[in-house]
């Protein structure tokens, strides 16, 4: 049976982990903490158990859209908040699908990671009578968001909320939170145990972990035990520790107790960011992995020669800096051709 790779940095030190969200490759202010991240990603770093390849049901455009009523109901938010054409245009092409799949019976609601909140929107459009608590570490919700949505916010780290919650809701959301996990198998089982019989999970992520993403092989060379050189980290984002891939996701989904897992895509819209067709797609990621192995590669090559063993403490971020500002970053290649995948799971109803 074919498999395919995924990868994961488990990091169980809190603090290591928050500094990471901030520092994502290891090249924040305090470097002494810059070497314990860089030392906690070596000895954290591997690769997954082997799950079987899967391929995501694709849904048709029509298959994307929220219902009239709904569409109302969320222009009228829109309005509320001030938000112009523009930002609502770009919002629905990110939200809409998403909240078109989030089952309508639900009553009681935890969104975890909810970040400015515009998610939020669109979940009370499509559940206008459900309760809505969110969980973010800062509170960037957009002015007059938690008042127009009616909802409880909780202000802090992640976990200590959920450990403090009840098994009382019956739906779970989330949108690009879970690939920000170091323990995702735990952080499930938690969420899980948060869910009323027959309560619904339904997360939006990256599938970082799949055959296809640019550099994906660097992962599976530093994975396999490949000296780490404090300017690969770029390469690693420690700050997306969870490279998960659908045939992972589903049975990672699984072993943490939900069942009828269930994972779908866009058709012509593979990824986040990209709103062409599977060709298309396929040729700009070959295209944009090209020019960063002629304009990137070699330059961070020549710097690990010239500096193996001592490292200037400025170099790492000089180096992450100047390939930021290339349309052909590493970090941004990595996360601009992550395929972006749905998935529904249930607790079983007893």
Sequence with gaps: ????????????????QAYLQKHPFADGPDPAVNAAARKAIAAGLHARP???????????????????????????LFTQLHLGTHPQRIYR????????LV????????????????????LRAVLPQAAITAIDYGNTLLPGLQQAVGLRFLQGDMNSHLQSLAREYDLVFSNHTLEHLYTPDDMLALLASLLVPGGSLVSILPMVGKTGVPFLNRIQAAASGAPLHPLDMILLDPGHPWKTNPGDLKQTMERAGFRGVELYQRQNHLSRGLNVSTPVFKLSRDFHV?????????????????????????????????????????????NLFAEEVLVIGHTPSV
Excluded at 60 to 65: D, G, L, R
Excluded at 93 to 100: G, I, R, S
Excluded at 104 to 110: E, H, T
Aim: aromatic share 8%.
């Design 1 to 16: 049976m074919t498999t395919t790779p995924a990868f994961q940095i488990s990091i169980l030190d809190h603090q290591l």
């Design 50 to 76: 082997a799950a079987p390849e899967l391929t995501p049901r694709l849904l048709s455009p029509a298959e994307t859209q929220l219902s009239a009523a709904e569409q109302d109901a969320l222009y009228r």
């Design 290 to 334: 090209l020019s960063n192995n002629l304009l990137i590669t070699p330059v961070r090559g020549l710097l690990k020669l010239c500096f193996r063993r001592v490292v200037p403490s400025r170099l790492p971020k000089l180096l992450f800096a100047f390939d930021r500002r290339l349309f052909c970053s590493t970090n941004k290649l990595m």
């Design 93 to 100: 092409n990110d939200f809409a699908w998403e909240a078109n």
């Design 103 to 122: 089952p309508r019976a639900a009553k009681n609601v935890l969104v975890i990671g909810c970040g400015d909140g515009v998610e939020l929107l669109f």
